[in-house]
């Protein structure tokens, strides 16, 4: 019997990745090389120093704010948000479109596969 249950949630855990796999299927590789154009004010490495803005190490899956001693926009703390693959499209696509008074002033990457890729890159950062 436990067994069955196990192969059940198994098949549901399965079937609910599959459902957001419009945004799995990114390459972390190329998106690395798209995070060339982040670069300028962030770093990605573990415990990295702030630049113009937070570092990014094991943002995917944090709270919007997520480094300590960075000063955030009080409109970024105040968002809720939590970095998963879905809020991380529409930040990346246009900043200001999700959280409005941000300080973040990047035009934003309009290409649906340059922002699969950066995301998949930055999954990678853990
Ligand atoms: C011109 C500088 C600049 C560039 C370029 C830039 N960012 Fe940012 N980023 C910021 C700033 C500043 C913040 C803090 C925003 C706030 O507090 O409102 C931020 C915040 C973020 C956050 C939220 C971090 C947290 O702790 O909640 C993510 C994720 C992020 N940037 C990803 C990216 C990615 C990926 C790129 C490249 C595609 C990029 N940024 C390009 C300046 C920049």
Request: charged content about 25%; aromatic content about 8%.
């Amino acid at each position: 019997m436990k067994r069955i249950f196990l192969m059940l949630s198994v098949a549901v855990m399965a079937a609910v990745s599959l459902s957001s796999a419009s945004f799995a299927d990114g390459d972390a590789v190329k998106g690395k090389k798209v995070f060339k154009k982040c670069k300028a004010c962030h770093t990605v490495d573990q415990g990295g120093r702030k630049l113009i803005g937070p570092n990014l190490f094991a943002i995917v899956g944090a709270n919007a704010g997520h480094m300590e001693g960075y000063k955030y926009s009080k409109a970024l703390l105040a968002s809720g948000l939590t970095w998963d693959e879905a809020t991380l499209d529409a930040w990346l696509k246009k900043p200001r479109a999700l959280v409005k008074k941000t300080k973040m002033t990047f035009s934003g990457l309009k290409k649906d596969t340059q922002r699969a890729n950066v995301i998949a890159y930055l999954k990678t950062l853990k």
